[in-house]
């Protein structure tokens, strides 16, 4: 790899921005800082002079000097200080991230892109948080971050817990899950809201799975729900168990 595009992805990862982020901040397209970042392209001079401004580079070092070889740069001291505390860290995947994680979960370089925090209550484990969307999982709104640990395998589901799960066919969502009596490797996902029919998947269609811990939502006015309303989704609530008892069953 060049010196400019080492520079380049260094400069980008020293302030914690995803390829999109940057890519808007230089006014490019995302694919193009992608073909910079892996010498495909080489850099325009309007888009050197924007990164000189923006990091007080000299375009001079840019193209000849390897920025990222001196020491005590920010990255390596975000390093040290994640591996200075006792928190554990948390990599955060919002809603924007989710197309990209399907293709990066297992992939350093993109977890390593991805934004963290930490929560004084977490002990030891791998976490991740994810922000989930849509109104499946009421009361858990749209817009809240579930807090997760990771889960190896199918001894360690519980059932009508409640976990993200990352599929190849349905990307990421948050739900409770059973795991069927008769076929071992079929997982029943459901949702909290009523309104939402559970469906199956098979083991063998999971990349992921994480249990939740922590749910993070924020403050907002509380919604008033129409006694009609209610009844509808008790009753509906009830339909689910019974299909769900007749399942357990056969």
């Known amino acids: 790899m060049s010196v400019v595009c080492r520079n380049l992805k260094f400069l980008r990862k020293q302030k914690g921005w995803t390829q999109q982020e940057f890519?808007?901040?230089?006014?490019?397209?995302?694919?193009?800082?992608?073909?910079?970042?892996?010498e495909r392209a080489e850099p325009r001079t309007e888009v050197l002079e924007l990164v000189s401004d923006m990091f007080r580079v000299s375009i001079d070092d840019l193209l000849r000097r390897d920025v990222g070889s001196q020491k005590d740069t920010f990255l390596e001291k975000r390093r040290?200080?994640?591996?200075?505390?006792?928190?554990?860290?948390?990599?955060?995947?919002?809603?924007?991230?989710?197309?990209?994680?399907?293709?990066?979960?297992?992939?350093?370089?993109?977890?390593?892109?991805?934004?963290?925090?930490?929560?004084?209550m977490m002990g030891a484990g791998s976490y991740r948080a994810f922000e989930i969307a849509g109104d499946s999982m009421l009361p858990t709104p749209s817009g809240s971050v579930i807090v997760c640990h990771k889960v190896d395998g199918w001894e360690d589901i519980r059932n009508n817990e409640a976990y993200v799960v990352v599929t190849s066919r349905e990307g990421i969502v948050y739900k409770r899950l059973l795991k069927s009596n008769r076929t071992k490797g079929k997982l029943t996902l459901v949702s909290d809201n009523p309104q939402f029919e559970p469906y199956s998947v098979g083991m063998d269609e999971v990349l992921e799975l994480w249990q939740s811990d922590a749910v993070i939502s924020k403050a907002g006015p509380q919604s008033r729900l129409s006694v009609n309303h209610l009844a509808d989704m008790v009753s509906h609530l009830q339909d689910q168990v019974n299909m769900l008892k007749k399942k357990a069953r056969n």
Request: net charge negative; glycine share 8%; hydrophobic share 40%.
């Open 23 to 38: 890519a808007d901040k230089l006014g490019i397209k995302r694919s193009l800082l992608g073909a910079y970042e892996e």
């Open 80 to 120: 040290q200080q994640k591996l200075g505390t006792n928190r554990q860290v948390i990599e955060f995947v919002p809603v924007k991230a989710a197309a990209g994680y399907l293709a990066g979960y297992n992939d350093d370089e993109f977890i390593e892109e991805l934004n963290t925090f930490t929560l004084p």
